[in-house]
Nanobody, 122 residues
């Protein structure tokens, strides 16, 4: 059974840092596209960063230069290092995964975690 589980959220002041982790089980993370999304209260969910099976990453313009996505295939874990956090980074952060085939056909993710809350105060 494919599962992803997030951890590492918390409350920090603006300018601080957090590292989110996404532990994958039931599949080999190196064979899946994986991504982080976030959703702020009253707003739509938005993509933050994604990594494909070749290790190529893409970031939302709002986080580029501040967030870094990495994956430890040996641990089957995806990380999101978040630096210089801003109040507008506040939200529930979700990890997602999809096979290359599914993503190439549907351009979306089909496995989702429950989320981890990130709160940045000014």
């Amino acid at each position: 059974q494919v599962q992803v589980k997030e951890s590492g959220g918390g409350s920090v002041q603006a300018g601080g840092s957090l590292r989110l982790s996404c532990a994958a089980s039931g599949f080999t993370s190196s064979r899946y596209w994986m991504a982080w999304f976030r959703q702020a209260p009253g707003k739509e969910r938005e993509g933050v960063a994604q990594i494909d099976t070749d290790g190529r990453t893409n970031y939302a313009a709002s986080v580029k230069g501040r967030f870094t996505l990495s994956k430890d295939n040996a641990k089957n874990t995806l990380y999101l290092e978040m630096n210089s956090l801003k109040p507008e980074d506040t939200g529930m952060y979700y990890c997602a995964a999809a096979t290359s085939l599914y993503y190439s056909v549907n351009r979306k993710y089909n496995y989702w975690g429950q989320g981890t809350q990130v709160t940045v105060s000014s």
